[in-house]
């Protein structure tokens, strides 16, 4: 939810993070004045062998923000905002009252399905305690149980095949007092999760928050690899945001590889790719390391607020030469496209969902090469990408890896011999394919000049082997 304030920084929305990238053993990324969060352990390079992205393609990705079961959050968060501000805000001061109540669980079965037969895939909110109208795991008022447990089960079945779910943040408005459940009375920026709650806490306070919105989806059986940021949540408090994440997402839910969204980057040659964060363990038996998705489009569909679109050519025109969504992709780097839930619905119109349709359209029409994936997928990717040693001779690449990874792909010198086998707890013939186009899980294809093999990296030690 893009909430512009007096208290924004310069040149920046709610996201807006541009910052370089240092590579190093012991990197740390740094830029626009705040804090910088660190790369931690790293193995030595890779060194006859280069790793490309999943089966060769570009991913991409649709992050959806805001959404939630039933609650319409902006029509909640609207007034919420606006009394934060004591009124000096005109963007809190739209018609609120006449935006709907509910986004309905048939619109996101339509959006569900039509993103399934598109093979679209991505990240999808669940806010636990949406603006403070009630908490999923106990019940909203104004619904029934039934009714929400019906929506839960919509998100379980027609969402998670192919959408991460995250929580954003507890209530992403007011924030909650652990030790009784409720809002703070303060509803000052200091006590709004969009500004500065974050700022000066440390990592057990922000882990402590996260573990608690966190535990409300697990109890209502969702599961969770990650969590979006609400607002400037964190944006003082970078470095501890990232390892809170680790650590909260870790202890409720043991996902292998956390990961979570704050940044975007929506104009600009800055790198969009994920960063991974403090790793550490790599030789070990419990290596970790978090993840940072980064957003290369702004919200063009319509925004948290039901502002005008600015619509399909910001991220690709008609003809699809241009657009920010061909920058990226064209360059080879994740894309990760952003949308609000509340802009997709527009109440009730959907012209963001309209908007998005028009968008994957030209997506696939412009190029043959994508891959879509989900957060999870990306940020173990990433993670696996960054921290797997390697090393190739004229006979075999050796591979240690702290996390395994499906749909591994490395390029290497062409090679003489038999078809390449990988060599780990089990030996794995791989099949031949005429076109790199055609690589998937466990195949290989070779050119005049370089091998490129596709496969089920295992965790820890393995070989690709030839004769």
Request: proline letters at 7%; aromatic letters at 8%; glycine letters at 8%.
């Amino acid at each position: 939810m893009a909430v512009p304030s007096a208290m924004a920084f310069p040149r920046m929305n709610r996201r807006r993070f541009v910052q370089g990238l240092v590579s190093s053993a012991a990197a740390t990324w740094a830029g626009s004045g705040l804090l910088a969060q660190s790369g931690g352990e790293r193995p030595a390079p890779a060194q006859g062998a280069t790793v490309l992205n999943p089966r060769g393609r570009v991913p991409v990705s649709l992050i959806i923000d805001d959404s939630t079961c039933l609650v319409n959050l902006n029509r909640f968060a609207m007034p919420q905002f606006n009394d934060t501000f004591a009124g000096a805000n005109p963007v809190y001061q739209r018609d609120w009252r006449d935006w709907p109540v509910e986004i309905p669980d048939a619109f996101v079965r339509e959006f569900g399905e039509w993103a399934a037969t598109n093979s679209v895939k991505g990240k999808y909110s669940i806010v636990p305690y949406p603006a403070c109208v009630g908490r999923l795991d106990r019940g909203l008022p104004g619904w029934s149980q039934a009714e929400l447990r019906d929506s839960l089960e919509v998100v379980r079945k027609v969402m998670l095949p192919n959408w991460d779910i995250h929580p954003e943040m507890i209530t992403h408005t007011r924030v909650i007092d652990l030790s009784t459940g409720q809002p703070f009375a303060d509803t000052s920026p200091r006590f709004m999760e969009n500004w500065e709650w974050t700022t000066g806490r440390s990592v057990d306070e922000i882990a402590q928050y996260l573990g608690y919105a966190l535990r409300i989806l697990r109890d209502v059986g969702l599961p969770c690899e990650g969590i979006t940021t609400p607002g400037g949540f964190g944006n003082r408090a970078l470095p501890q945001l990232s390892q809170a994440s680790l650590e909260a997402v870790r202890d409720v839910f043991h996902a292998e590889v956390p990961h979570y969204f704050r940044h975007v980057i929506d104009e600009g040659t800055d790198s969009v790719a994920p960063r991974v964060e403090n790793a550490q363990g790599l030789g070990g038996t419990d290596p970790r390391c978090v993840v940072s998705l980064i957003a290369c489009t702004g919200d063009w569909t319509g925004g948290w607020d039901n502002t005008e679109p600015v619509g399909a050519d910001r991220f690709i025109t008609a003809d699809g030469q241009a657009g920010r969504l061909v920058e990226v992709i064209q360059r080879s780097e994740p894309a990760l496209l952003l949308a609000h839930w509340t802009g997709v619905y527009w109440n009730g119109q959907k012209r963001g969902l309209h908007i998005f349709q028009e968008v994957v359209r030209r997506m696939h029409q412009r190029f043959d090469h994508l891959h879509w994936m989900k957060l999870s997928e990306l940020a173990r990717y990433a993670a696996a990408r960054e921290l797997t040693l390697i090393r190739a001779d004229d006979s075999r690449v050796q591979l240690q890896a702290p996390f395994a990874c499906p749909e591994f792909t490395l390029r290497i010198p062409r090679r003489s011999g038999s078809a390449p086998t990988l060599v780990g707890a089990e030996h794995r013939e791989l099949r031949e394919v005429n076109r790199p186009l055609d690589l998937g899980p466990n195949s290989w294809h070779q050119d005049a000049a370089n091998l490129t093999v596709c496969f089920s990296l295992p965790r820890g030690t393995s070989e690709l082997r030839w004769g």
